[in-house]
């Protein structure tokens, strides 16, 4: 008896040294401020370090344990014994003839991500990616054509803000002001991490950048928008949804089978009387596949049923090997026209970023 049980112990013990051989470093990132405080402690540190760690970490966008340059080399060398940051680091950045910044950023893991400073006159907005690639199959889209590889962390998310922000103020002179989640991926199918980085962004021990200047942009999944009302989330909600219409709809984003429009409608209703956030709705426009009068009537029906709701129509970008093409300039405003007549709020969001392929939708893991 005695003997199987110490038989188990040593195994148990096998498979736990085995295990701590291979075992990485732990993400600092991912300790609240408590635990911070206990490692220190337990380094015979005092508990003001912890809240020197936690400014490095979610204030200052510290990218290592060596930036932290207030702690003392030796604690820096004893913290990175079993920790590490597991920052995302810029591989390569490209500039557009009109101010736009695209930065190719690499994970720890070594894949690859995309997120776009777009500079305009009353704002800097970050796009930024929730997903390396993405699981939904919008027929459109060129992040659409790969496979989802992993969610990002919170943290990874946070340093593309961070990263982001670095390059606006460099070439600016001024921090970014809004974000919105339109990079790669699908922000809902990554809700928790999507959440915590949005927490970190918007804290006052963070960034301090608003919720209200924060859009998540959602192919549209029905429970999770109910989970966001339910958490009285505080940052915008924008649906892309390109087709008042659940036939075209499905064509375009195939997440539509599931979540049709009638659900869509109910949720966002929900979403709306939770939160009283303002929802917006993106609509593509594609030359012969949603910009009749027949489509433009139909959206009308469907905003008409939220008070308040405002259309982007954004000019489609071309994405190699996919067989849509978008509407001219003139086509765009004639159907803005339309809406307008209709008593709707419709703005054109003209491609920014083109040349450098950094244009909605058209960012891809392009080793
Ligand atoms: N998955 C989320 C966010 C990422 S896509 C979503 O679907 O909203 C961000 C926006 O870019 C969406 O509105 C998407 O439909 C749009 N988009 C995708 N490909 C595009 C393209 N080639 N040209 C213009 N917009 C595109």
Redo the contacts with the bound molecule.
């Keep these: 008896m005695v003997f199987s049980y110490l038989k188990l112990r040593k195994q148990e013990w096998l498979t736990f040294a085995s295990a701590m051989k291979i075992q990485e470093k732990k993400n600092l990132r991912h300790l609240s401020l408590d635990e911070i405080k206990q490692v220190l402690e337990e380094q015979g540190e005092k508990s003001f370090r912890a809240t020197q760690v936690w400014e490095w970490i979610w204030q200052k966008g510290a990218a290592s344990i060596d930036d932290m340059s207030n702690l003392s080399k030796e604690l820096r060398e004893k913290l990175k014994e079993n920790f590490d940051l597991y920052s995302i680091s810029v591989d390569t950045i490209q500039r557009s003839s009109d101010g736009v910044v695209k930065v190719r950023f690499k994970t720890s893991d070594n894949f690859f991500i995309e997120g776009v400073l777009i500079p305009a006159i009353d704002r800097i907005t970050a796009c930024v990616s929730s997903q390396v690639g ?1 699981s ?1 199959t ?1 027929t ?5 054509l790969m496979d989802r590889e992993r969610n990002l962390t919170h943290d990874e998310i946070f340093d593309q803000v961070v990263q982001l922000n670095k390059i606006s103020e460099e070439q600016h002179g001024r921090r970014l002001t809004n974000i919105v ?7 809902l199918l990554n809700y928790s991490n999507v959440i915590k980085a949005i927490d970190k962004i918007s804290a006052p021990d963070g960034l301090v950048i608003s919720p209200r200047r924060i859009t998540v ?3 549209g999944i029905s429970k999770i928008i109910r989970k966001l009302a339910d958490d009285k989330v505080r940052f915008r909600l ?3 949804l ?1 087709a008042a219409d659940d036939q075209k709809r499905s064509r375009l984003m195939p997440i539509n089978q599931e979540n049709n429009l009638e659900s869509l409608t109910e949720s966002l209703q929900y979403f709306w009387e939770k939160t009283g956030n303002r929802i917006s709705f ?1 609509y ?1 426009l594609f030359e012969g596949v949603n910009d009749t009068l027949q489509d433009a009537k139909n959206l009308v029906t469907l905003c008409k049923k939220f008070q308040l709701i405002h259309v982007n129509l ?6 190699q090997g996919v067989p849509y093409k ?1 509407l001219s300039f003139d086509k765009m405003e004639k159907f803005a026209a339309i809406l307008e007549g209709y008593g709707l709020n419709a703005t054109i969001r003209r ?1 920014r970023g083109r040349d450098i392929d950094a ?4 960012l891809a893991n392009k080793k």
């Design positions: 993405c939904l919008c459109f889209c060129a992040t659409g989640f339109m990079g790669m991926g699908e922000p942009s959602t192919a924008a649906l892309s390109h993106e593509v954004i000019e489609y970008n071309r994405v978008g491609s244009a909605c939708g058209q």
